[in-house]
Each structure stands twice: as C-alpha cells, then as structure tokens.
C-alpha cells in the first residue's frame, strides 16, 4: 500500500505562485510514476503534470507556468505553480503507480485526498 498527503494549497491573487507538496509513504520508492491531477467543481479529474525521474509531462494548460519535482530522500513530489489564473482553480490531487507517467486518471493506484488551490482575479 502507498499512503500519499498532500499540502500547500490556498487562496493566491491571479499572477502569484503556491507550491504544493505531497508526501508519500508505505510501499513506495523512486521507481513509481507521480503525478498531479486537478478537479474543477463540475468538471472531470484532469492531467496536471508527473514524473517518472529522469522524465516529465505537463498538460498544455500548465506547460511554462508549472513544474514538478521530487526528492527521493523525502519521498515527496513538489508541484511549483507560478503564475496563476482564475482557471487553474480546482482541488489538485497527487496520485501514484508503477513506472511510467499516464495522462489517463484510470492508470493510478493510489491518490492522496486532495489540496484546495483558489485563484482569484
């Protein structure tokens, strides 16, 4: 089992930068895929960004304004978000599986609960 905590969400004006964190823990080491996915109220759960060392993917939404990292020491996953708009609101999940980086929700194992991020105009 892969226990994932997310953190770092919050309310930020349009143009300023959060950073989240997610934390893993459990059965878990470097060779998984991370990810984050994103979730607007009433739309679906969409591909944000991942990481599968040395590799990334950004969705096009984000590509420029968003980047993913990880330590491996601490088995956590950053997400850098720097210029924010209104559209990039939503409750950011982290999610984890095996090897490779998918853009398809349906191919993660485990998720985290979520973090809320609030941009406002």
């Known amino acids: 089992q892969v226990q994932l905590v997310e953190s770092g969400g919050g309310l930020v004006q349009a143009g300023g930068s959060l950073r989240l964190s997610c934390a893993a823990s459990?059965?878990?080491?470097?060779?998984?895929?991370m990810a984050w996915f994103r979730q607007a109220p009433g739309k679906e759960r969409d591909f944000v960004a991942g990481?599968?060392?040395?590799?990334?993917n950004y969705a096009d939404s984000v590509k420029g304004r968003f980047t993913i990292s990880r330590d491996n020491a601490k088995n956590t996953v950053y997400l850098q978000m720097n210029t924010l708009k209104p559209e990039d609101t939503a409750v950011y999940y982290c999610?984890?599986?095996?090897?490779?980086?998918?853009?398809?929700?349906?191919?993660?194992?485990?998720w985290g609960q979520g973090t809320q991020v609030t941009v406002s105009s």
């Open positions: 990481i599968s060392w040395p590799a990334t």
């Open positions: 459990g059965r878990t080491d470097s060779r998984y895929a």
């Open positions: 999610a984890a599986r095996f090897r490779f980086i998918s853009t398809t929700r349906y191919d993660y194992d485990y």
